[in-house]
């Protein structure tokens, strides 16, 4: 089995269920026995370090062609999900990289982020093909790339409707997403005519609207490109500060998210009265990240001088 076969089984593979013949070849391949099934909170891996990979599989992506996270009897359905490739590596790589390029020759080459918890410099490679992604992270010791991440092309999931779960625990959620079809944050080509008009004439719910045009889900690519960052930092308390963001909003107006009062606790209600209180907020934030008074603490661009 040369490098190139195992570069072709790993596309292959990715997306797929882990007992599609192509995940069980792949793990084959790895000299493993096939994926086991992942669990709410828990991913699988299968690696070779002497091969430089290291491949994970996962039941809840969001991705569209594999939400929700569904069950097969029992056990939750399991996709393979990603995968890291390392320099010792030998097989196929995305067009234009290579392991001996330092941060200035992938800065040129590449979109160049400063992203995740640890800040880490990610850069943006061409996907190897529909539905996946590809992203090379600096070792900004050694000036090389660290590792090279290929995966199924997940969106950022500013909220979510999962199946079973009560609704109520959205609302606030729900605020956020009808403010932001109300203002301009949506895709132009997100919506219809008639769901904007069923909201700026109070027809709907922000929670029904949630549920019905949004299909229970508002992510990264129901929003215009350029409000990508400010959504995701908003809606996962990942701002700085981190005062200003979603859930300590929803705290400072209503006292408490929904999702987080006590059995019995009175939960605010999906009423256009209280989505009129917290609006304002949304507005300022935006506006505080216009003027950069507020920023993502994981995912904004370096300064204009290190972009190479």
């Given at each position: 089995m040369t490098a190139?076969?195992?570069?072709?089984?790993?596309?292959?593979?990715?997306?797929?269920?882990?007992?599609?013949?192509a995940a069980v070849a792949l793990a084959q391949a790895l000299g493993k026995k096939p994926f086991k099934t992942a669990t709410p909170g828990n991913s699988v891996h299968l690696g070779s370090r002497k091969l430089g990979i290291e491949v994970g599989a996962s039941m809840n992506l969001t991705s569209r062609a594999h939400?929700?996270?569904?069950k097969?009897?029992?056990?939750w359905v399991t996709w393979v999900s990603h995968a890291f490739v390392y320099p010792n590596y030998a097989g196929a790589l995305p067009p234009?990289?290579?392991?001996?390029?330092?941060?200035?020759?992938?800065?040129a080459r590449f979109r160049r982020r400063v992203e995740g918890g640890l800040e880490e410099i990610r850069y943006a490679l061409p996907p190897p093909r529909d539905g996946l992604r590809a992203k090379a992270t600096l070792d900004?010791?050694?000036d090389r790339p660290l590792h090279l991440l290929l995966a199924v092309a997940e969106e950022s999931d500013y909220a979510t409707l999962y199946p079973g779960t009560d609704p109520a625990h959205c609302v606030e959620d729900a605020f956020f997403a009808a403010w932001c079809a109300l203002n301009g944050v949506l895709r132009d080509d997100r919506l219809g005519a008639d769901a904007i008009a069923a909201l700026r004439e109070r027809r709907t719910t922000p929670l029904a609207f949630l549920a019905g045009p949004l299909d229970g889900l508002f992510w990264e690519n129901d929003v215009r490109p350029e409000h990508a960052a400010f959504c995701h930092a908003y809606s996962k308390r990942l701002m700085k500060p981190e005062s200003a963001a979603a859930l300590p909003d929803v705290q400072d107006v209503f006292g408490e998210a929904n999702d987080w009062r006590k059995p019995g606790e009175a939960m605010t209600e999906d009423r256009w009265d209280n989505y009129e209180r917290i609006a304002p907020r949304y507005a300022q934030r935006l506006e505080q990240w216009r003027r950069g008074e507020i920023r993502s603490m994981v995912d904004h661009p370096p300064p204009a001088d290190a972009a190479g």
């Amino acid at each position: 089995m040369t490098a190139t076969d195992l570069t072709d089984l790993l596309l292959d593979a990715l997306g797929k269920r882990i007992d599609d013949p192509a995940a069980v070849a792949l793990a084959q391949a790895l000299g493993k026995k096939p994926f086991k099934t992942a669990t709410p909170g828990n991913s699988v891996h299968l690696g070779s370090r002497k091969l430089g990979i290291e491949v994970g599989a996962s039941m809840n992506l969001t991705s569209r062609a594999h939400f929700p996270p569904r069950k097969d009897g029992r056990t939750w359905v399991t996709w393979v999900s990603h995968a890291f490739v390392y320099p010792n590596y030998a097989g196929a790589l995305p067009p234009g990289f290579d392991w001996s390029m330092d941060d200035a020759a992938l800065s040129a080459r590449f979109r160049r982020r400063v992203e995740g918890g640890l800040e880490e410099i990610r850069y943006a490679l061409p996907p190897p093909r529909d539905g996946l992604r590809a992203k090379a992270t600096l070792d900004e010791d050694d000036d090389r790339p660290l590792h090279l991440l290929l995966a199924v092309a997940e969106e950022s999931d500013y909220a979510t409707l999962y199946p079973g779960t009560d609704p109520a625990h959205c609302v606030e959620d729900a605020f956020f997403a009808a403010w932001c079809a109300l203002n301009g944050v949506l895709r132009d080509d997100r919506l219809g005519a008639d769901a904007i008009a069923a909201l700026r004439e109070r027809r709907t719910t922000p929670l029904a609207f949630l549920a019905g045009p949004l299909d229970g889900l508002f992510w990264e690519n129901d929003v215009r490109p350029e409000h990508a960052a400010f959504c995701h930092a908003y809606s996962k308390r990942l701002m700085k500060p981190e005062s200003a963001a979603a859930l300590p909003d929803v705290q400072d107006v209503f006292g408490e998210a929904n999702d987080w009062r006590k059995p019995g606790e009175a939960m605010t209600e999906d009423r256009w009265d209280n989505y009129e209180r917290i609006a304002p907020r949304y507005a300022q934030r935006l506006e505080q990240w216009r003027r950069g008074e507020i920023r993502s603490m994981v995912d904004h661009p370096p300064p204009a001088d290190a972009a190479g």
